[in-house]
């Protein structure tokens, strides 16, 4: 088990530039999700998928945010026209449904800055 | 999902026992509590959860009160790196929903040496 991992740990991009951001969850587990920290702030939550599908997105996520999971396992998060708003650490975290407490383990982080 | 109360932060002397408070006063019956924690500039990591009784494990002890309307996080012997912002969270268990955390703004612990 070598735990959620993310690609890249920093990003730095130029206003209204696309970015894409990885993250491979620990394998096996089924459900994936993507939250957005901002400076001083808890994280929150974005979206999840269960296996490769989508079940829930919030009202944070605009159109020019969009997440994929493909084959149920790597997912990607990807932002157009970046804004100078959308700096902040995007986390992946994934959990198992099976049991009853589904715990999150979260990834290090993406760290984006949009100049 | 309920929401929670916590101090902004806290200061600990190293080797002391931490007590960090959490209301949660509109609390549901099939919701639990839960704590993460993070390290700065790491993702959170989880540590504990409760629904009505007191529980331990090798990170730390939760305390719920009996009316459930609050509980206290305990690091029975502070190090150094345990300073980071602790979240206590509430939600259901298990189920259909998403399970989604919802984090407030959590307490900066600051360990003292």
């Known amino acids: 088990d070598t735990g959620v991992s993310q690609d890249p740990r920093h990003k730095i991009t130029k206003r209204g530039q696309n970015v894409t951001f990885r993250c491979d969850p620990i394998?096996?587990?089924?459900?994936l999700y993507w939250y957005r920290q901002t400076l001083g702030q808890g994280p929150e939550f974005l979206t999840y998928?269960?296996?490769?599908?989508?079940?829930?997105k919030s009202r944070l996520l605009s159109d020019r945010f969009s997440a994929e999971r493909p084959k149920g396992s790597f997912s990607t998060l990807e932002i157009q026209r970046t804004e100078q708003g959308d700096s902040a650490m995007y986390l992946c975290?994934?959990?198992?449904?099976?049991?009853?407490?589904?715990?999150?383990?979260f990834g290090p982080g993406t760290r984006l800055t949009v100049l | 999902d309920a929401k929670t109360t916590q101090p902004t932060s806290m200061d600990c002397a190293e080797g002391r026992a931490a007590n960090l408070p959490c209301n949660h006063s509109t609390i549901s019956g099939n919701e639990y509590v839960y704590w993460y924690r993070q390290i700065h500039s790491q993702g959170p990591q989880y540590i504990i959860h409760g629904l009505k009784n007191n529980e331990t494990n090798e990170m730390a002890s939760l305390i719920i009160t009996e009316d459930r309307k609050s509980s206290t996080l305990i690091l029975p012997h502070a190090t150094l790196r345990d300073t980071a912002v602790y979240y206590c969270i509430v939600r259901e268990g298990y189920g259909g929903a998403t399970n989604k955390l919802i984090f407030g703004t959590g307490t900066l612990l600051a360990v003292q040496p």
């Open positions: 394998s096996e587990h089924n459900r």
């Open positions: 998928f269960q296996n490769e599908a989508q079940l829930e």
């Open positions: 975290a994934s959990s198992l449904t099976q049991g009853l407490y589904n715990e999150q383990f």
